[in-house]
């Protein structure tokens, strides 16, 4: 059962341009977290959300956590190509001891 | 700092082969989880393990077994292997369940033939 779909998928974009990854789902999370892929490793942990409405800015990337703790966006201003990778949200279900993963948005940054 | 070490690498079976997938943590964490990578479909948790003597199934825990060898080792085995198994497999580790940051290892690319 896949509970969080990204979106988009995909996306390629100029360098300097600004971008939002979106992570919906019609459960309801504890708390939820973004994590970033390169190719060849593991994702690595960008922030952790637990509060509705919540939002966490990490320099250029700003997290938001929905008032109904059903999704999250990531918005990244003024990508650099070092931003390039496989994004990932995740989110822990109240009733369980794991998280969910997303169905991932690849981005690309071109110089 | 090694982190999550998972051997091996790479590796080829044929359909029926058996193999273990290792996975080693150094930071003294108490959870270790086995996941799949997909294209399209994110990672999904095969099996976990809360805490040493304990191993519980995650999403798709078919045709995969598991052992908590110890504290610091979480082994993966296809005991038949399948070419639906071909996939990324990795190893990630917590303090605990719940809301922990997980560390996760380079991953194994398996291809089943």
């Known amino acids: 059962t896949q509970l969080l779909e990204q979106s988009p998928q995909f996306l390629s974009i100029q360098e300097g341009e600004n971008l939002t990854v979106y992570c919906n789902s019609s459960s309801v999370f504890s708390s939820l977290q973004w994590y970033r892929q390169e190719p060849g490793e593991g994702p690595v942990l960008l922030v952790t959300v637990v509060t509705g409405g919540e939002v966490k800015k990490l320099k250029r990337l700003t997290f938001q956590f929905g008032d109904a703790r059903k999704d999250s966006s990531l918005h990244i201003t003024a990508a650099q190509p070092g931003d390039t990778g496989l994004y990932l949200c995740?989110?822990?279900?109240?009733?369980?001891?794991?998280?969910?993963f997303g169905t991932g948005t690849s981005l690309t940054v071109i110089p | 700092n090694a982190g999550v070490t998972q051997t091996p690498k790479f590796q080829v079976l044929k359909t029926g082969q058996s193999m273990t997938l290792q996975c080693a943590q150094d930071?003294?964490?108490?959870?270790m989880y086995w996941y799949r990578q997909d294209p399209g479909m994110g990672l999904r948790l095969i099996y976990y393990?809360?805490?040493?003597?304990?191993?519980d199934k995650g999403e798709v825990p078919n045709g995969y077994n598991v052992s908590r060898l110890n504290k610091r080792e979480f082994s993966l085995r296809l005991e038949s292997a399948a070419p639906s198994q071909t996939s990324v497999y990795f190893c990630?580790?917590?303090?605990?369940?719940?809301?922990?940051?997980?560390?996760f290892g380079q991953g194994t690319r398996l291809t089943v033939v």
């Open positions: 930071m003294n964490h108490n959870s």
């Open positions: 393990s809360a805490s040493e003597g304990t191993t």
């Open positions: 995740a989110g822990l279900s109240f009733s369980g001891n794991q998280f969910y």
């Open positions: 990630a580790s917590s303090e605990g369940v719940g809301g922990y940051e997980a560390f």
